[in-house]
């Protein structure tokens, strides 16, 4: 597969009138992988569907909390249950934070069960709550009751579930390094994603200071604002007038 995806990719790029890329991350790894001149290249960034970007209500968020049996407070993750997504740092982090608990939105395979054999030998099964294959709606609804989105991936070429969360009034901690800084703003936490323990003291350090928690929410959703649908049309389409 990975022989065949970038024998396809390269020949694409060297088709290309114009190459847009999601991320500035993204636009040098299209140089750096395909030898691609700068000046072919484009960033327009990603926005994400616009029902993350609406408030919802106490009362339906309420409803859906009961729907699911999700705790009163929870940290979140949403993304697929694979290696690379990394969710077994923040599995440490929960056992080492006995007062946590953790809300999975997602799904996957051969890592997931590695990550419900941790789940189980750890005893912290009634703090971690896993749901998939639910609508964009209760998905909203859960991140905007979260406390904090947690999303240690190892790599991304964007990172939508950053900005998803970042609409919905919820703090961010995340990578360092990559794209993650493009997706998630000066005012989110970035850590190691290999270490339990840095993710342990940022969530710690956002539980125990509102002020700092009320100023990530505040600056997190002013920087969302960069990605509306109407920014990235109007980006999309100046390229191809340009063109």
Request: aromatic share 10%; glycine share 4%.
């Amino acid at each position: 597969d990975r022989k065949i995806y970038y024998k396809k990719f390269l020949s694409s790029c060297k088709r290309a009138n114009k190459i847009i890329a999601i991320s500035e991350q993204t636009k040098l790894d299209i140089i750096n992988f395909f030898d691609i001149p700068n000046n072919k290249i484009e960033v327009v960034y990603q926005g994400c569907n616009y029902v993350f970007q609406n408030p919802i209500s106490s009362e339906t968020r309420k409803k859906v909390k009961l729907k699911y049996k999700l705790p009163k407070n929870f940290i979140l993750y949403v993304s697929s249950i694979d290696e690379r997504k990394n969710l077994m740092t923040i599995l440490k982090s929960i056992r080492n934070l006995k007062d946590q608990n953790l809300v999975i939105i997602g799904d996957g395979n051969t890592y997931k069960k590695k990550c419900i054999k941790y789940i189980n030998q750890h005893q912290i099964s009634e703090r971690v709550h896993i749901i998939k294959n639910i609508s964009l709606e209760d998905i909203a609804s859960i991140y905007q009751s979260a406390d904090i989105m947690v999303y240690p991936s190892i790599f991304e070429g964007f990172g939508i579930p950053i900005l998803e969360s970042l609409f919905s009034k919820t703090p961010v901690i995340t990578s360092k390094g990559g794209c993650f800084k493009e997706s998630g703003g000066k005012h989110s936490i970035y850590i190691n994603p290999l270490s339990h323990e840095e993710l342990s003291a940022s969530i710690t350090k956002i539980q125990n200071d509102n002020n700092l928690r009320n100023f990530m929410t505040e600056k997190g959703y002013e920087y969302a604002q960069k990605f509306t649908d109407d920014k990235v049309a109007k980006n999309l389409i100046n390229i191809y007038k340009n063109l």
